[in-house]
């Protein structure tokens, strides 16, 4: 028996095209990369104030137990990935779909196809940017500068898309298309 077209398996898969186009859309994108550096480092200073400060504590609790307690000392490093992990699981999956620095910036994170961020999706973006970071330094950067999305390599693995939120794109917007 001869097979003069292509067989079907069962199995069909429908590509949901991308949410944000850039052609259509550039207000959605236009200087998100430098805003999401700032923002980056908003949170960074989020991340650590509370470190810093349970650093001080274990200090003076060492202090008062003549020195028993900086064996507490050992606790920051899991704490840390822990306070990582949950602020941009929670920042990220509220419904601003952002962390404390992008609102501060006027973005927003996104799935490629539109949807809002949820925790799980926060906590694993937070997860393979340090990863991607640690590996490939900071050539993950280069990434932006070359793709119309202004997405970074960790955004592309995850699957999300950065924007301006909507009252910045909105103002952005050319005046004939409002």
Known sequence: MTNSGPSQIGVTVDA????YDPVTNPELFEGVLGRRLIAFIIDLIVLAVPLIVASIGIFIFGLITLGLGWALYWL???ASVIWALFYYG???GSS???TLGMRAMDLEM???YGGPMYFLLGAVHAVVFWVTVSVLTPFILLIGLFNGRKRLLHDMLVGTVLINNPARAAALRPRSTR
Not at 16 to 19: E, N, R, Y
């Open 16 to 19: 949901k095209p991308h949410a």
């Open 76 to 78: 920051l490093s899991p």
């Open 90 to 92: 929670y920042t990220l």
């Open 110 to 112: 996104r799935t490629w």
């Open 96 to 98: 601003a779909s952002a």
